[in-house]
């Protein structure tokens, strides 16, 4: 079993573009048993897999204790992925797993999940908390998408400064250009600088993912996004194989 957190402080990054196509990934190229699980309020992991919130708001009760996860993950339309969905109840739980002490609540989830599931992907929120370090602590690996730009790399640094501050022994971190468009001068600067980076091109099958809630690979499987995201989830499988 392997956790993987798309993860990074900087909202509109494409975090959750990533956590669903990468898990679709997982599940429909891998075959592997897969959870997305998703940290932000927004649901938005949820919507582009086209799985519709429950009306009660529920997703904070997993952390309390009061129920198992089972009973609040749903079925994709993809046999082998399944969804930990959010929603509003999610926003404070930070500040909750403060208040209460519990450092090793995400950690012991995910051990309960661990019978269940081959691979875990969270869709992280773009803040620094409570929840995020337990994510860095249970996180095997930590994807970081980067919009290219002169400053990428610094970016990059900062990043592994946030969750090299979360725990002593930090996961490996895998940043990759995200939405890179090599019409630009400046995205053409910053993938020659950071050569041995993975890229996700910017690309309308992507956007389109939101019209069709779909992960591209669903509806486009011959696009070069779907190649791309196809390229960096073999990427990451030999990232974890290395462990
Ligand atoms: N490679 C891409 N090509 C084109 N559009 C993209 C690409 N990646 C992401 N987008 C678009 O950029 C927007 C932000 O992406 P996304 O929601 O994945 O970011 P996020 O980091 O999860 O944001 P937030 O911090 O708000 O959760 C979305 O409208 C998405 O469709
Ligand atoms: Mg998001």
Redesign the pocket.
């Known amino acids: 079993m392997a956790t993987i957190a798309v993860y ?1 402080v ?10 669903v196509n990468l898990a679709w990934c997982a599940a429909q190229i891998s075959r592997r048993r897969t959870l997305l699980w998703d940290l ?1 309020a ?1 649901n ?1 992991s949820g919507f582009l897999l086209g799985v519709d919130p429950r009306k009660k708001r529920t997703a904070d009760t997993v952390f309390a204790a009061e129920r198992g996860p089972d009973k609040l993950i749903q079925r994709t339309a993809y046999p082998t992925l399944d969804l930990l969905p959010a929603d509003e109840s999610i926003r404070t739980i930070g500040r909750q797993l403060d208040a209460i002490g519990k450092k090793k609540r995400l950690a012991k989830l995910v051990e309960t999940l661990s019978r269940d599931y081959e691979r875990i992907l969270f ?1 992280c ?2 803040v620094l908390n409570e929840l995020s370090t337990q994510v860095m602590r249970a996180a095997d690996l930590v994807i970081v ?1 980067l919009p290219p730009s002169p400053l990428s790399a610094r970016a990059f640094d900062l990043v592994v400064d946030e969750v090299r501050g979360s725990g002593k022994g930090h996961p490996p971190i895998l940043p990759v250009l ?3 468009d090599m019409r630009r001068a400046l995205h053409k600067q910053a993938r020659e600088a950071n050569g041995n980076w993975p890229v ?5 099958a ?2 389109q ?2 019209v069709e809630r779909k992960p591209v690979g669903a509806f486009a499987p011959r696009s070069a ?1 779907a190649r791309a995201f196809a390229h960096l989830w073999a990427a990451i499988e030999r990232k974890l194989a290395e462990k």
């Open positions: 990074s900087k909202g509109g990054v494409g975090k959750t573009t990533f956590a932000d927004s938005g869709d929120p773009p998408p995200s939405m890179l996700v091109p910017l690309a309308s992507i956007e993912c939101a996004a």
